[in-house]
């Protein structure tokens, strides 16, 4: 368990449909990275948080959001979805940003139906 | 922004052999190496990272490579065990850049 809480752990949902997905930090943790990884596929970063602001962005969609809120937890909302989407995304997180280990969840698994 | 490579993407050893896969970046600036196993199933967890100022760094029968002229960095695995048998992700991080650049992944199966 790397202590990085993700919810939920399924979600199945229909295109054009929009989804928030959440993610808890490790206690201590200021930062915040969402990846997708989709089937037999590497993992694509997504953007990244730093004590509540945006640190870094990298191939998200203009479809796709998120946040981090000031108990540091993280939102990514997902909206217009199309069966592409489908997915499963994880969130991790590390102490500050750059280099050291990032701690990574168990991911939420994403169908688009 | 960084872009980097990993080879190969697939690789199959005997028990007992060892292992090799290669990764190079396009960043000059990137300064920080880590390498993740993700077991099937499971979620990335770091083993070994290696930071620019260094050449190699060996932990037990696992060790990362870093030639930054040639701007690639190697992971070798020695003694290889059914249970290294997963995807194996190189990244290359450039902390100005806060960006986060995974390989493509390694499917590597050992085989008994």
């Known amino acids: 368990d790397s202590g990085v809480t993700q919810t939920p752990k399924h979600l199945i949902t229909a295109t054009g449909q929009r989804v928030t997905l959440r993610c808890s930090p490790r206690?201590?943790?200021?930062?915040v990275y969402w990846y997708q990884q989709s089937l037999d596929q590497g993992l694509q970063f997504l953007i990244q948080y730093y004590n509540g602001e945006e640190r870094a962005k990298g191939n998200i969609l203009e479809r796709f959001s998120a946040q981090q809120f000031p108990d540091l937890h993280s939102e990514l909302n997902l909206s217009s979805l199309e069966l592409g989407d489908s997915a499963l995304y994880f969130c991790a997180s590390s102490v500050a940003t750059g280099e050291g280990e990032q701690f990574f969840g168990p991911g939420t698994r994403l169908t688009v139906l | 922004g960084e872009n980097v490579e990993q080879h190969p993407s697939t690789l199959s050893v005997q028990e007992g052999d060892s292992a090799v896969i290669k990764c190079t970046y396009s960043d000059s600036a990137s300064n920080y190496f880590p390498w993740y196993k993700q077991e099937l199933g499971k979620r990335p967890q770091l083993i070994i990272d290696?930071?620019?100022?260094?050449g190699e760094k060996k932990d037990q029968r696992i060790a990362v490579t870093l030639n930054k002229t040639a701007k690639h960095f190697s992971l070798h695995i020695t003694e290889t065990q059914p249970e290294d048998s997963a995807v194996y992700f190189c990244a290359a991080i450039t902390d100005s850049w806060g960006k986060f650049q995974f390989g493509a992944g390694t499917q590597v199966v050992v085989t008994p």
């Open positions: 206690s201590g943790d200021l930062s």
């Open positions: 290696i930071r620019s100022n260094v």
